[in-house]
T-cell receptor, first 114, second 112 residues
Framework: DTAVSQTPKYLVTQMGNDKSIKCEQN?????MYWYKQDSKKFLKIMFS???????INETVPNRFSPKSPDKAHLNLHINSLELGDSAVYFC?????????????FGSGTQLSVL | AQSVTQLGSHVSVSEGALVLLRCNYS??????LFWYVQYPNQGLQLLLK??????LVKGINGFEAEFKKSETSFHLTKPSAHMSDAAEYFC??????????FGTGTKLQVIP
């Protein structure tokens, strides 16, 4: 069974479109995250949710809106997609809101904006 | 502020040879340090972590890393490389509450 699953795996779309990436974890974790990995492999945190509550919101354009319907799901909605949004987006989760907690990652969603 | 520097974006070793992947960090407070591995088309997996206590940390798949405060380093080593170790390795530092900063990664190639 996949611990952290995200869909779709690949997403190709035109500039200006709105798209969503879904993430689900079956680990019973309290905390979920979205990370963005750019073409240079730099991995940067975007958002963190703990029990459906937004904890971390790094400097991310407000075109990006996370939504957590329950603590097992954290979806990422992106409005008015731009070329610079092309990247691999990773969902992750951890047991608790603690700095030494292990992160469990999904396999990534490769977003290509044309 | 905390940051992570990984020296060498690509490292090649022969099968059976020592693996050494370098990581230096800057931190204003004692850090939590991590190594993650990313296999092709997969998410990152935790290899090992240092929080407190013993400075030599053992992880999965025979990897280990030593926290050296005087050198601000957390290099990853494995005595004998295996073909299955070919992957990308990311060093990371806890940047504050739940904020993990990753290095830019080192791609390890293992030559038969």
């Amino acid at each position: 069974d996949t611990a952290v699953s995200q869909t779709p795996k690949y997403l190709v779309t035109q500039m200006g479109n709105d798209k969503s990436i879904k993430c689900e974890q079956n680990l019973g974790h309290d905390t979920m995250y979205w990370y963005k990995q750019d073409s240079k492999k730099f991995l940067k945190i975007m958002f963190s949710y703990n029990n459906k509550e937004l904890i971390i919101n790094e400097t991310v354009p407000n075109r990006f809106s996370p939504k957590s319907p329950d603590k097992a799901h954290l979806n990422l909605h992106i409005n008015s997609l731009e070329l610079g949004d092309s990247a691999v987006y990773f969902c992750a989760s951890s047991q608790r809101q603690s700095p030494e907690e292990k992160l469990f990652f999904g396999s990534g969603t490769q977003l290509s904006v044309l | 502020a905390q940051s992570v520097t990984q020296l060498g974006s690509h490292v090649s070793v022969s099968e059976g040879a020592l693996v050494l992947l370098r990581c230096n960090y800057s931190s204003s407070v004692p850090p939590y340090l991590f190594w993650y591995v990313q296999y092709p088309n997969q998410g990152l997996q935790l290899l090992l972590k240092y929080t407190t206590g013993a400075t030599l940390v053992k992880g999965i798949n025979g990897f280990e890393a030593e926290f050296k405060k005087s050198e601000t380093s957390f290099h990853l080593t494995k005595p004998s490389a295996h073909m299955s170790d070919a992957a990308e390795y990311f060093c990371a530092v806890e940047r504050g509450y739940q904020k993990v900063t990753f290095g830019t990664g080192t791609k390890l190639q293992v030559i038969p």
